[in-house]
């Protein structure tokens, strides 16, 4: 499950402090790993970690992604787990102009990956501040295939927000539909795959 639809599902986990407060009232309800998901969402809500603090960011990348926690310091996300940790913290950081790395460890971080491994998901490139040089990962055959497997988990990742909303007896108000819609288009500008990556949030 994602992060985003466990959070729609559990807003109460918002009330809690602690991440061992927020174990407690959840382990005969939800698996571990969507337990550190959904801890990992109430992060993303209530603080500017993922943007601000690398330590912090390489930890919530994996629990948002794989509902995988280590200790801080102690986890290196690789760069799909990043691709994809990046959409969910986009969709859930309160104010979307917050959205940008404040630790330069974290963009350094980023493309010392791309370097090595010669590839970049599309939902990585809108938060970077150097871009000079990055043409080189765009077109290769190892991104394309990164980004059509991000496009298809955000298909998935919309349907499950709104069945997460009819679940809960709610239901998306035509802002709050807008602003899903203005989130979805920081990812377009810099998208180079197959996969058609239009109307997503409709």
């Known amino acids: 499950m994602f992060a985003t639809s466990l959070l729609i ?31 990992a969402a109430s992060v993303l809500v209530k603080t500017n970690f993922f943007w601000a603090q690398f330590p912090h960011f390489c930890y919530l990348c994996r629990a948002i992604d794989e509902g995988i926690v280590t200790n801080i310091g102690h986890s290196f996300p690789d760069l799909d787990t990043i691709g994809w940790a990046i959409v969910e913290a986009v969709i859930l950081t309160p104010n979307i102009d917050e959205c940008r790395f404040i630790d330069k460890d974290i963009e350094a971080y ?38 059509n497997y991000i496009v298809l988990r955000m298909r998935n990742y919309i349907s499950s927000i709104k069945l997460a909303l009819e679940e809960t007896g709610q239901s998306l108000s035509v802002v709050a539909a807008d602003d899903l819609e203005k989130r979805i288009l920081l990812f377009r500008s810099s998208y180079n795959g197959e996969e058609e990556l239009i109307n997503l949030s409709k």
Do not use: C, Q
């Not at 918002?14 to 009232?25: M, V, W």
């Not at 599309?122 to 055959?141: C, D, R, W």
């Open 9 to 39: 599902r559990h807003p109460e986990v918002l009330e809690f402090d602690e991440p061992k407060a927020i174990r407690l009232f959840y382990e005969d309800r939800l698996s571990e790993i969507n337990i550190n998901k959904l801890i």
């Open 110 to 147: 980023i493309l010392f990956l791309a370097d090595k491994y010669y590839y970049l998901p599309f939902t990585i490139i809108p938060f970077l501040t150097e871009t000079k040089g990055i043409e080189k990962y765009v077109e290769n055959e190892k991104t394309v295939h990164a980004n």
